[in-house]
T-cell receptor
């Protein structure tokens, strides 16, 4: 248990569906991250939030929409996804201080049909 | 952040030491070496990090060469549960920081 909880663990959706991934951290951290891990590819950083403000958007398509309502919660809203968006989506959090360690959730395995 | 080079895969017998190398020849003076691992279908897990001195914690030891161009992660007594992909990451420190993951080393620990 890392203190970062992601739900759901598995999600299957059609290309016309709208769904949301949820991440919650119980570590008192100030920064939260979304990563994408496609099959046989390295983890790719998608978004970074620091103190609930988005500080980095790594050229992610607009069909992925993040939301950080407070420092403990992070969402990734999904709409009109493509089959190539099928991947493991990982959330992480960190204290936001120099040299901090990122703690990852177990991820949501997303399949787009 | 500097680029790292790691072997694609390694094998280790259970109970033996696993020594995972990493080359980071372009590392700059203010960059740290971090190691994470990812067990299949789980999120990455932090292992250890260091600047230039050797470091040890309950999980592993990190040996950094004097010129800082390479390092070795040592798991002193590997178990089957240590089978995972191990990532060596070089990064500067900042108020918040991102991790750039490469392909890592797939360590297979066998009975």
């Amino acid at each position: 248990e890392t203190g970062v909880t992601q739900t759901p663990r598995h999600l299957v959706m059609g290309m016309t569906n709208k769904k949301s991934l949820k991440c919650e951290q119980h570590l008192g951290h100030n920064a939260m991250y979304w990563y994408k891990q496609s099959a046989k590819k390295p983890l790719e950083l998608m978004f970074v939030y620091s103190l609930e403000e988005r500080v980095e958007n790594n050229s992610v398509p607009s069909r992925f929409s993040p939301e950080c309502p407070n420092s403990s919660h992070l969402f990734l809203h999904l709409h009109t996804l493509q089959p190539e968006d099928s991947a493991l989506y990982l959330c992480a959090s960190s204290s936001g201080t120099v040299g901090e360690i990122q703690y990852f959730g177990a991820g949501t395995r997303l399949s787009v049909l | 952040d500097a680029k790292t080079t790691q072997p694609t895969s390694m094998d280790c017998a259970e109970g033996r030491a696993a020594n995972l190398p990493c080359n980071h020849s372009t590392i700059s003076g203010n960059e740290y070496v971090y190691w994470y691992r990812q067990i299949h279908s789980q999120g990455p897990q932090y292992i250890i990090h260091g600047l230039k001195n050797n470091e040890t914690n309950e999980m592993a030891s990190l040996i950094i060469t004097e010129d800082r161009k390479s390092s070795t992660l040592i798991l002193p007594h590997a178990t089957l549960r240590d089978t995972a992909v191990y990532y060596c990451i070089v990064r500067t420190l900042s108020g918040y920081s991102t991790l750039t993951f490469g392909k890592g080393t797939m360590l297979l620990v066998s009975p």
